[in-house]
């Protein structure tokens, strides 16, 4: 039956998706302005900037999204997982602020080699904690470790033991690969440069070959870490061949990279990364924080939950179009204008 949680639900986990897709990508190039290295240090950075300073701020949108329907929609799980996980949500929180504050001074402070250092290292600091926390909060929940009293809403918890496990943080690292790998993908048809695009193509193969790692290892440690999560991804109908399909992506992305097609790359990686993220919330479903709320008994009244429906009906009547605008405005007409001055 499709229940009025379900579709909230349901939102919730595309709206997760499309800001791994987008948001992620500029945790990624965060990533890779840590690590730029070689002849072409100073080009890789620049091309990185260049890449995320029109669309990194609105591609947040899609994370309010998912806190505010949190918060409206299941109340109860959102207080529990607020007051469980406080302490991996605030460092997250703060490595966004880190993260946009350093890449704005770095762009408008006074331009010296070590002004730019400073800030460069603070904004690849930030790409780096705010993805392996948002892991570490999605690991948390689905280790089932936080229990809760569904009728008092009482959480026990002491702050520490739910996410500082090695689960977690197997999930926490997971989730940095596939922005890292997003990235260098998306990268590699940033610039017409063949020097530049090699560079991001051997990155794109190094994380890769590190998120198929970090997804075997999440998934042994899930034996302990996460029973549910390893049953439905190990034990459902439906797991096994879901599984192939995702691994048969993953290894025809390889491929194109390989092979230096880079479009048809860059259209596959996503698609791995979908799939990924849509096979978890499979795996995790009705439970929003397992082993004690689900979405059913954590879910706000048919009277709020009605509203918020139409609300975002409304919302993305309006949102798709306005995204849609915006990047083909700054990501069409404005790189090529970069790249010819």
């Known amino acids: 039956m499709l229940t009025l949680e379900f579709c909230v639900a349901g939102v919730m986990l595309i709206s ?26 100073k080009a890789q950075r620049t091309l990185i900037a260049q890449a995320i300073a029109p669309i990194w701020e609105a591609n947040h949108v899609w994370l309010i999204v998912i806190v505010v329907l949190l918060f409206v929609a299941f109340p109860v799980g959102f207080a529990a997982m607020s007051t469980a996980l406080h302490i991996p949500l605030t460092l997250m929180l703060i490595g966004i602020v880190l993260r946009g504050s350093a890449f704005v001074f770095r762009t408008y402070d006074v331009q010296s080699d070590t002004t730019h250092r400073r800030w460069s290292r603070v904004f690849a600091i930030g790409s780096v904690i705010t993805p392996v926390m948002l892991g570490v909060t999605l690991g948390a929940v689905a280790s089932g470790t936080i229990h809760v009293d569904v009728e008092t809403g009482v959480v026990e918890t002491d702050f520490v033991s739910a996410w500082f496990a090695p689960f977690p943080f197997a999930i926490g690292f997971f989730t940095l690969t596939l922005c890292a790998l997003l990235a260098a993908v ?13 560079d991001f193509r051997r990155r794109a193969l190094i994380a890769a070959v590190s998120v198929g790692a970090m997804a075997g290892l999440s998934f042994i440690l899930s034996a302990d870490g996460a029973p549910t999560i390893r049953h439905g991804l190990g034990s459902a109908s439906w797991s096994i061949p879901f599984q192939v399909l995702t691994g048969a992506t993953a290894l025809w992305a390889i491929w194109t990279l390989w092979n230096r097609q880079f479009r048809l790359a860059r259209l596959l990686v996503p698609i791995q990364v979908t799939l990924i993220i849509f096979g978890w919330g499979l795996a995790q479903y009705p439970h929003l924080v397992t082993p004690d709320l689900t979405f059913s008994n954590t879910a706000a009244p048919d009277t709020v939950l009605r509203p918020v429906l139409i609300v975002l009906g409304v919302g993305i009547v309006l949102l798709v179009p306005a995204f849609w605008y915006l990047y083909a405005v700054f990501k069409g007409t404005s790189r090529k204008t970069k790249q010819t001055e």
């Open 186 to 198: 998306y990268l590699t048809l940033e610039t017409d440069d063949p020097e530049l695009q090699e």
């Open 16 to 41: 997760l998706i499309i800001y791994m897709l987008t948001g992620g990508a500029d945790f990624g190039g965060g990533v890779w302005d840590l690590f730029a290295t070689g002849p072409r240090t």
